[in-house]
């Protein structure tokens, strides 16, 4: 058995996390979905992102997919709460190379108070960022992050989600942000129709 402190080699970090995702965060039957749409399958990857081995591998797999894209960023994060423990894996998991990525919460709103920041964690102005989403199907999280590290003098070079759902979000984002659209699993890949 594999050290939870042990990095796997990439090919087999990517078939554990997928079956771990098939596992743990695959939930059959009918939702209705953040954006209003209605599944006959959730996906619920917090399952993923918060689980003690999981995460390390969420960490691995997405910093491998940005690197493999040839994405060079400063630091990863997204709109909280599906996006934060994405960003923190990814910190993680660069800090296991000795890489310098930091993380950031972006809020849904601006703080009407304190500093009244809506992107949290270390300062992202002028630096180059991905924003992180575990699944997405409309790309409205996405967008609302990008849109706000924007704002706070970001400079925004990828978005990266762990699960596409085929639903159109890839191409909405990559048409309104920009930017490249990333994806680790795609839907069929963990059997999903």
Known sequence: MTKLSENLPIEEARERLRQLIMELAVVRGH???A????????VDLRRITLHHEASRLVGQVMLD?????GIEFEAAGGLTMGA???GTAIMRAAGDQDRAIDAFVVRKAQKSYGMGRQVEGPS?????????????TTGGSALTAVEALRKAGAEVVAVAVIVDRATGAKEHVEEVAGVPCLYAYSKDELGLD
């Open 31 to 33: 939702v209705v979905l």
């Open 35 to 42: 954006s209003g749409k209605e599944a006959d399958y959730y």
């Open 65 to 69: 997919l940005l690197d493999k894209n």
């Open 84 to 86: 934060d423990p994405v």
């Open 124 to 136: 992202v102005e002028g630096r180059r960022v991905v924003a992180v989403e575990d699944t997405s």
